[in-house]
């Protein structure tokens, strides 16, 4: 209301003026219809045209044409430019005069032309009045300020508000304008102060201090942060333009200071500087930093700036209470120690991964027994190995491999043959019927007691036999089943093998006869037992996934004697293999396939030629006809063991 009614009075005043000037102009033309009476010219008619002359020449041509006595003031050199037709010569006199504010002094009939004078215009200026007004119960104030004095400014919103607001003295005679309305004394002074390119400032204890701008300063706008100011100060370099820097900072909600900077191509120590002295930081330079940095980054703690700044440089920090000591690394007070205990995984392991970057200029010791190690060097390097060590620090599964291995073998071996000679001890008897088959030995005496009987009656005779003489018949058919089953157990950790080998081991004699001496030659005969080994091994390496899920690669060896030898001959083997790379679930139990081996022999020793004619082969030799069939069969279950 109160700036509503100084507009009101301005008008009014603007008004009085007015009707003062038209009062003024009626009194001149009075003087001059007076003075028509004596003087005729000023009744005459005039046709006058002038384009860009001078007021003072206007107005002498005008008197000598008409007979006027005019004197003119040598300061009226105003340009004219009219055209006149058929006007009395007061007419024209009184437009000239109105036109550009001239005075006539009347002495006789001498009129005497100067610029017109206000006399208020000699009287003491009054002061402009400050359109500040305040409104207590909301405490929120409205300004309309056009061109007026920043400290008068200042000193009529500190009476209205009772908040003290101080002018720096370099700021003291500057002028502002601004228009607000109904807005908070803190947002009211910020809008002032950026829209006049002024800095603005607020003191622990509630002063509002307001400055002009350093010649490397510039101010921002920034993006809005709730009970932060809306702006904020840019340090420039006006020699290069390509430099700049802004920061704030400000408390957050877990108490700690927090920073938005942004800088472009700016010196490392300037930037430290500015974010230290802001955030109210104690700190010591231990030596010349060096080199610029550019960075934006939006509410980030100080300790986080200062270590991303510092970054890649031979530059480091260390906090000893709560000074802040920065210099190169390698200063005494700014190595720290630190020991990084392992909680999964074993140091040895762990130590190969850390990568070489940022292992440089560290020093790493290990602690074997407590699974941990010592690092010696600056802290923002300890804290990104620390950090990159938790990351890859994690809990390995182990995996139990239940591995069942099932071996089914059939096999049939028939031997059939007779065999007859003369033996001076031959052990007769045997089986005719049973378990055992046919192996019957007959003597002499059982032969010729069979002769005689089938002698009938002494007919004919066929004679004996020889009494060491024997016959034996074989006939013996010989089958088996056997189902082998074995269930072992097997643990490994991700990503390591775990092997299985199951088997058994003949041996064959291998005879060396050595001639020792020459005058007494002595024969050494020695015998050595090789092995050979037939086994069912498999290898399998587990890959665990996140979902849960076991990738398994598994390599399977399986060899197997297939006959019997004589002690100093090799058994004969067979071998067979495969890979494979599956993938299950935890818990789920796979099959890796039957792998089936069928064997057929027959053996045949007799007469020869005889031993093979059909029919007589039967009586003049023995055989031996065998066939097996082996199934093996493999099982695996992983199981992932947290």
């Given at each position: 209301?109160?700036?509503?009614?100084?507009?009101?009075?301005?008008?009014?005043?603007?008004?009085?003026?007015?009707?003062?000037?038209?009062?003024?102009?009626?009194?001149?033309?009075?003087?001059?219809?007076?003075?028509?009476?004596?003087?005729?010219?000023?009744?005459?008619?005039?046709?006058?045209?002038?384009?860009?002359?001078?007021?003072q020449e206007f107005l002498r041509g005008l008197a000598s044409t008409h007979n006027l006595n005019i004197n003119v003031?040598?300061?009226?050199?105003?340009?004219?430019?009219?055209?006149?037709?058929?006007?009395?010569?007061?007419?024209?006199?009184?437009?000239?005069?109105?036109?550009?504010?001239?005075?006539?002094?009347?002495?006789?009939?001498?009129?005497?032309?100067?610029?017109?004078?206000?006399?208020?215009?000699?009287?003491?200026?009054?002061?402009?009045?400050?359109?500040?007004?305040?409104?207590?119960?909301?405490?929120?104030?409205?300004?309309?300020?056009?061109?007026?004095?920043?400290?008068?400014?200042?000193?009529?919103?500190?009476?209205?508000?009772?908040?003290?607001?101080?002018?720096?003295?370099?700021?003291?005679?500057?002028?502002?304008?601004?228009?607000?309305?109904?807005?908070?004394?803190?947002?009211?002074?910020?809008?002032?102060?950026?829209?006049?390119?002024?800095?603005?400032?607020?003191?622990?204890?509630?002063?509002?201090?307001?400055?002009?701008?350093?010649?490397?300063?510039?101010?921002?706008?920034?993006?809005?942060?709730?009970?932060?100011?809306?702006?904020?100060?840019?340090?420039?370099?006006?020699?290069?333009?390509?430099?700049?820097?802004?920061?704030?900072?400000?408390?957050?909600?877990?108490?700690?200071?927090?920073?938005?900077?942004?800088?472009?191509?700016?010196?490392?120590?300037?930037?430290?500087?500015?974010?230290?002295?802001?955030?109210?930081?104690?700190?010591?330079?231990?030596?010349?930093?060096?080199?610029?940095?550019?960075?934006?980054?939006?509410?980030?703690?100080?300790?986080?700036?200062?270590?991303?700044?510092?970054?890649?440089?031979?530059?480091?920090?260390?906090?000893?209470?709560?000074?802040?000591?920065?210099?190169?690394?390698?200063?005494?007070?700014?190595?720290?120690?630190?020991?990084?205990?392992?909680?999964?995984?074993?140091?040895?392991?762990?130590?190969?991964?850390?990568?070489?970057?940022?292992?440089?200029?560290?020093?790493?010791?290990?602690?074997?027994?407590?699974?941990?190690?010592?690092?010696?060097?600056?802290?923002?390097?300890?804290?990104?190995?620390?950090?990159?060590?938790?990351?890859?620090?994690?809990?390995?599964?182990?995996?139990?491999?239940?591995?069942?291995?099932?071996?089914?073998?059939?096999?049939?071996?028939?031997?059939?043959?007779?065999?007859?000679?003369?033996?001076?001890?031959?052990?007769?008897?045997?089986?005719?019927?049973?378990?055992?088959?046919?192996?019957?030995?007959?003597?002499?005496?059982?032969?010729?007691?069979?002769?005689?009987?089938?002698?009938?009656?002494?007919?004919?005779?066929?004679?004996?036999?020889?009494?060491?003489?024997?016959?034996?018949?074989?006939?013996?058919?010989?089958?088996?089943?056997?189902?082998?089953?074995?269930?072992?157990?097997?643990?490994?950790?991700?990503?390591?093998?775990?092997?299985?080998?199951?088997?058994?081991?003949?041996?064959?004699?291998?005879?060396?006869?050595?001639?020792?001496?020459?005058?007494?030659?002595?024969?050494?005969?020695?015998?050595?037992?090789?092995?050979?080994?037939?086994?069912?091994?498999?290898?399998?390496?587990?890959?665990?996934?996140?979902?849960?899920?076991?990738?398994?690669?598994?390599?399977?060896?399986?060899?197997?004697?297939?006959?019997?030898?004589?002690?100093?001959?090799?058994?004969?083997?067979?071998?067979?293999?495969?890979?494979?790379?599956?993938?299950?679930?935890?818990?789920?139990?796979?099959?890796?396939?039957?792998?089936?081996?069928?064997?057929?022999?027959?053996?045949?020793?007799?007469?020869?030629?005889?031993?093979?004619?059909?029919?007589?082969?039967?009586?003049?030799?023995?055989?031996?006809?065998?066939?097996?069939?082996?199934?093996?069969?493999?099982?695996?279950?992983?199981?992932?063991?947290?």
């Amino acid at each position: 209301m109160k700036i509503k009614f100084l507009i009101i009075a301005t008008l009014l005043v603007y008004s009085f003026n007015a009707l003062a000037q038209k009062e003024r102009l009626l009194v001149i033309q009075q003087r001059l219809k007076d003075l028509s009476l004596t003087v005729p010219g000023l009744n005459q008619t005039a046709e006058l045209s002038i384009s860009s002359g001078s007021l003072q020449e206007f107005l002498r041509g005008l008197a000598s044409t008409h007979n006027l006595n005019i004197n003119v003031d040598p300061s009226l050199n105003q340009r004219v430019t009219n055209y006149f037709a058929n006007e009395k010569v007061s007419n024209i006199l009184l437009y000239l005069i109105e036109q550009y504010n001239l005075d006539v002094q009347f002495v006789g009939s001498i009129m005497t032309f100067t610029p017109y004078k206000d006399p208020a215009g000699n009287l003491p200026k009054k002061p402009k009045e400050i359109l500040v007004d305040y409104n207590s119960p909301n405490e929120t104030i409205s300004f309309d300020l056009n061109n007026d004095t920043l400290i008068d400014v200042a000193k009529k919103i500190t009476r209205l508000t009772n908040k003290n607001v101080v002018v720096l003295p370099d700021a003291f005679y500057k002028t502002v304008t601004g228009y607000v309305q109904n807005l908070p004394i803190y947002n009211a002074l910020e809008k002032l102060s950026l829209g006049n390119n002024f800095k603005l400032s607020k003191t622990n204890d509630n002063v509002y201090v307001i400055g002009t701008l350093a010649p490397d300063e510039e101010l921002v706008l920034k993006p809005p942060v709730q009970n932060n100011p809306s702006t904020t100060i840019k340090k420039v370099n006006k020699n290069n333009p390509g430099q700049s820097s802004s920061a704030e900072v400000f408390d957050g909600t877990n108490g700690k200071k927090l920073i938005n900077l942004n800088t472009v191509n700016s010196p490392i120590l300037d930037v430290i500087k500015n974010i230290s002295a802001q955030a109210g930081i104690n700190y010591f330079i231990y030596s010349d930093i060096k080199g610029n940095v550019t960075a934006t980054a939006s509410n980030m703690e100080f300790d986080n700036a200062l270590s991303f700044i510092l970054q890649n440089t031979d530059y480091t920090y260390r906090v000893d209470n709560n000074v802040y000591m920065i210099g190169e690394r390698e200063k005494e007070g700014l190595r720290a120690n630190k020991i990084i205990q392992l909680r999964y995984r074993s140091v040895d392991s762990i130590l190969a991964f850390i990568p070489q970057e940022i292992k440089k200029g560290v020093d790493i010791k290990e602690f074997k027994e407590l699974n941990s190690f010592l690092v010696t060097g600056s802290s923002p390097q300890i804290n990104e190995i620390e950090s990159f060590v938790k990351n890859i620090d994690r809990l390995v599964p182990m995996i139990m491999i239940e591995v069942i291995l099932l071996d089914v073998k059939k096999s049939k071996t028939v031997k059939t043959g007779i065999t007859a000679g003369i033996s001076d001890s031959v052990k007769t008897g045997g089986t005719i019927l049973g378990g055992n088959g046919l192996d019957f030995t007959a003597g002499a005496n059982s032969i010729n007691s069979f002769i005689d009987r089938i002698g009938i009656n002494n007919v004919f005779n066929i004679g004996h036999v020889a009494p060491n003489f024997y016959v034996n018949l074989q006939a013996l058919e010989n089958n088996s089943n056997i189902e082998l089953r074995q269930t072992p157990k097997l643990s490994t950790l991700n990503g390591h093998k775990a092997s299985l080998s199951i088997g058994s081991t003949r041996y064959y004699a291998v005879t060396t006869q050595n001639v020792l001496g020459s005058l007494n030659p002595q024969t050494v005969v020695t015998q050595q037992f090789i092995p050979v080994e037939a086994n069912l091994a498999i290898d399998i390496k587990p890959i665990v996934s996140s979902d849960d899920q076991v990738t398994l690669n598994i390599d399977v060896n399986i060899s197997d004697f297939i006959g019997t030898t004589a002690l100093n001959v090799p058994p004969p083997t067979s071998k067979s293999m495969f890979s494979s790379i599956i993938r299950v679930h935890s818990e789920e139990m796979i099959v890796l396939g039957g792998i089936e081996r069928n064997e057929k022999s027959e053996d045949g020793s007799g007469v020869p030629f005889l031993s093979r004619v059909p029919v007589l082969k039967w009586l003049f030799s023995s055989r031996s006809k065998t066939n097996s069939k082996v199934v093996s069969v493999v099982f695996i279950k992983p199981t992932i063991i947290y």
